[in-house]
């Protein structure tokens, strides 16, 4: 199975900042990646797909960039709502596995 | 508007059973793989199974593989989830997922809650 880590864990930062997390998978996956955004007792919701593409009605202070098996996702200014854990899956190969998870908060 | 609505969840002893279901709507369910993707208490997500559109190809993580039986019914626009055998470490919040051609999970039901205890 291809083994995805996320850092950090948990990350704590102030209104406006700029907020970056890592994923890295155990093996190339080409751009085969996705970001999730899951708020507290929600279902997760897609953000990024193919690594750097933003889906349909997302804002544009989200991004994501990477290749191979080193990906970042970035939010370009942080906003009160978008606290949330954040997730990276890969669909190179199955099964399909998540990071662990970044929990992201309002310091 | 896509919706995907969750059922058959609940608390069921070691060793038991239980049946899961997915009402999908707002789409034509009938082009779309689905999934299960499941959530332990403060955990982080899990893929559990997946069925194409024709239910022609299936695929189990490893840990259910055996115990539990993904199927789906076209004609009633659902997807369902048998699952055997339980242990509590299958305890979660059970998500079913579509999945877009290029592999991603679009949409999400809002999750049922499986708890496995004695």
């Known amino acids: 199975d291809i083994q995805m880590t996320q850092s950090p864990s948990a990350l704590s930062a102030s209104v406006g900042d700029r907020v970056t997390i890592t994923c890295q998978a155990s093996q190339d996956i080409s751009n085969y990646l996705n970001w999730y955004q899951q708020k507290p007792g929600k279902a997760p919701n897609l953000l990024i797909y193919d690594a750097s593409n933003l889906e349909t009605g997302v804002p544009s202070r989200f991004s994501g960039s990477g290749s191979g098996t080193d990906f970042t996702f970035t939010i370009s200014s942080l906003q009160p709502e978008d606290i949330a854990t954040y997730y990276c899956?890969?669909?190179?190969?199955?099964?399909?596995?998540f990071g662990q998870g970044t929990k992201l908060e309002i310091k | 508007e896509v919706q995907l609505v969750e059922s058959g969840g609940g608390l069921v002893q070691p060793g038991g059973s239980l049946r899961l279901s997915c009402a999908a709507s707002?789409?034509?369910?009938?082009?779309?793989?689905m999934n299960w993707v499941r959530q332990a208490p403060g955990k982080g997500l899990e893929w559990v199974s997946y069925?194409?559109?024709?239910?022609?190809?299936?695929y189990y993580a490893d840990s259910v593989k055996g115990r539990f039986t993904i199927s789906r019914d076209n004609a009633k626009n659902s997807l369902y989830l048998q699952m055997n055998s339980l242990r509590d470490e299958d305890t979660a919040v059970y998500y079913c997922?579509?999945?877009?051609?290029?592999?991603?999970?679009?949409?999400w039901g809002q999750g049922t809650l499986v708890t496995v205890s004695s």
């Open positions: 707002g789409f034509t369910f009938s082009r779309y793989s």
């Open positions: 899956q890969q669909y190179d190969n199955l099964p399909y596995t």
């Open positions: 997922a579509r999945l877009t051609v290029t592999f991603q999970f679009d949409y």
């Open positions: 069925i194409s559109s024709s239910s022609r190809t299936i």
